[in-house]
């Protein structure tokens, strides 16, 4: 059993940067964030999958994934952020290739609020 702990969640304007920061407590292959609006379906934001990287169209070029494996630590640069941008940002891990769907992921965190305003 893997737990995960987000962090860096906050409440900024449009433009403005976050960090998010997701510490898994044992080792995981693919790790990715996704993201609940209220009112709306969870999606897939972003995923690292061995060396791979992929992103939602929506987020392309203005948030980066990243993560450092000695700390098992996971981060999402997110720039330029837009009021749509706001929803609870969730990390999750699997021990197998994973990309943008939940149902790949078997280990979830409780998640982080970011919140931009216009």
């Known amino acids: 059993q893997v737990q995960l702990v987000e962090s860096g969640g906050d409440s900024v304007q449009a433009g403005g940067s976050l960090r998010l920061s997701c510490v898994a407590s044992?080792?995981?292959?693919?790790m990715a964030w996704f993201r609940q609006a209220p009112g709306k379906e969870r999606e897939g934001v972003s995923c690292i999958s061995g060396s791979r990287t992929y992103y939602a169209d929506s987020v392309k070029g203005r948030f980066t994934i990243s993560r450092d494996n000695a700390k098992r630590t996971l981060y999402l640069q997110m720039n330029s952020l837009k009021p749509e941008d706001t929803a609870i940002y969730y990390c999750a891990a699997t021990m197998r290739t994973g990309l943008l769907s939940s149902s790949e992921y078997i280990y979830w965190g409780q998640g982080t609020l970011v919140t931009v305003s216009s």
């Open positions: 044992g080792y995981t292959y693919s």
